[in-house]
């Protein structure tokens, strides 16, 4: 994968500057700069540069700029874990209308069918529903009927009929129907019966945004000023350049070693505790979060780690490049003392270092073409296993070719 970095460039005195971006690719490096073109073959041109293929893209980052964590504002998350910051229009009890935040200029309008809805928020709310607070934890789960959560705490299990625009009140069908005025709730979690996830077919991208919000998008194109996308539900939205943080393809040149199964697991005991590997959280569940040089970056994809322990993969001589954001979680690694340890074939690779709270988190980037196994090792550091919450962000293998 190459790496393409450049600073903010003005186009004239005074003008807004034009957000750069780092283009991941597997590729030969080369200057980065602003984005030019993106086709709907997902080919990315910067500018004055030559376009490269989208089986070789793997993600787009804004430099200078951490990922956000995600959002606590009014937002729609969807099946599959999309999050939307915004507001809603209103509902018929098929789908309904929500007004994304971050939409180019007009502040477009979102059709979503409910089948696609888990959770909306009218009120800001927590960043994630596996949070211990016992006020949200019946909006995680199955559910048999839509549930209104409201502000004082109280809720109303029944059928949602419909949210009026006009009115602004909520009606759901309980023992009888009720009329709630949507100032009144908080949230309203929808039934997880009626839930239909349909996973993208072929390559798709995953935008994140300023906000906080993230969206698949099933296909896009973009010029120099906006990114036009579809969802798989084929709503269809803009988005200025500078309200986007990220763009990262999937189903194409990268394989997530979250999305792989390992070929071993094992865990050394400190106290007769028992921590396993999680995909795409922390060992506990949550985001994971690690210090870098742009700040706090909250990764969607990766592992998460404890001392001791050692994670391998087999390779079978399809990749061509390992690499991750390796850190202690900064949310539960303040008072960490970690070695990391990266081995191919059972072979040291000189790739691991020594993990304490005082340092940044660092990228490694590591040649497999030709090996058969990767290994991950945590071992313990200063003071036993305290603290050794280790994630691994972004860790991907990228394959040897383009074919997928």
Known sequence: MTVLAVGFMVAALGAVPVPQFELYTR????PADAIERINPDWSVTLTGQKPVPGTDVISLRRVDMALPAWPRE???????????????VDCDGRGLRFRQKASSDREEVLRVPLSRVDVLWLAPGPRD???????????????????????????ISGDLLGMDGTTKKTRVQESRELAVENTRIAAIAFNTQLARAHPPRGMYGRVILTDGSRLTLQSANADAKSLIGETDFKAKLTIRWEDIVA??????????????????????????????????????????????????????KGVGLHSQCKLVYALDGKYRTFEAMIGLDEMLGKNGDAEVRILVDGKET???????????????RMDVRNTQELTIEVNWGDGGHVGDAVDLGDARLILADSKR
């Open 27 to 30: 590729g030969e490096e080369m």
């Open 74 to 88: 009014a937002q729609l998350l969807l099946i599959g874990g999309d999050r939307i910051v915004g507001e809603i």
């Open 129 to 155: 529903l596996r949070e211990s607070d016992p006020r949200y934890a019946a909006l995680s789960g199955a559910r048999q009927h839509d549930l209104l959560l409201l502000r004082n705490g109280d809720a």
């Open 247 to 300: 763009l990262d393809l999937f189903h194409g040149s990268a394989h997530y070693l979250s999305d792989l199964r390992p070929k071993q697991y094992e865990y050394s005991s400190f106290l007769s505790e028992r921590y396993e590997w999680v995909a795409d959280r922390n060992v506990t569940e949550g985001q994971i979060v690690l210090r870098t040089k742009d700040g706090l970056s909250h990764f969607d």
């Open 350 to 364: 000189g790739a691991g270092r020594r993990l304490t709270h005082d340092g940044e988190s660092w990228r490694v």
